[in-house]
C-alpha cells in the first residue's frame, strides 16, 4: 500500500522524520516518541489518541511501531486525507 500512496521521495521523509523522532534508536515509535512526533507536524493528539492509533498499527503487538507499521499508518492517514 505505501508505494501507492507515496512516492519514493516521500517514503524516503517519512523514513527521515522517523528516525528523527525515533530517539532512543532502537527502531521502534513508542507512545511518548509519536506524541513528539505529532507535535512537531503540528497537530495535537492525547497520549489515549496515539494509544489507540498504535494498538491499530502495532501488527506485531510490542506496544510500539516499527518502520513498517509507521509506514501503514500514515499510508492510512493519507489514503484518508489526514496527512
Do not use: C, P, W
Not at 516521500?10 to 506524541?35: M, N, P, W
Not at 498504535?54 to 492510512?76: P, Q, R, V
Request: no cysteine; proline share 0%.
Amino acid at each position: 500500500m505505501v508505494n501507492k500512496v507515496f512516492t519514493a521521495e516521500e517514503v524516503s521523509e517519512l523514513k527521515q522524520l522517523f528516525a528523527q523522532h525515533d530517539s532512543d534508536q532502537d527502531g521502534r515509535i513508542s507512545t511518548k516518541e509519536l506524541l513528539n512526533l505529532t507535535k512537531s507536524l503540528g497537530e495535537t493528539a492525547s497520549e489515549e489518541d496515539v494509544l489507540f492509533v498504535i494498538k491499530s498499527f502495532d501488527t506485531n503487538n510490542n506496544g510500539a511501531l516499527d518502520m513498517k507499521e509507521y509506514l501503514d499508518l500514515m499510508a492510512n492517514l493519507r489514503s484518508i486525507g489526514m496527512e
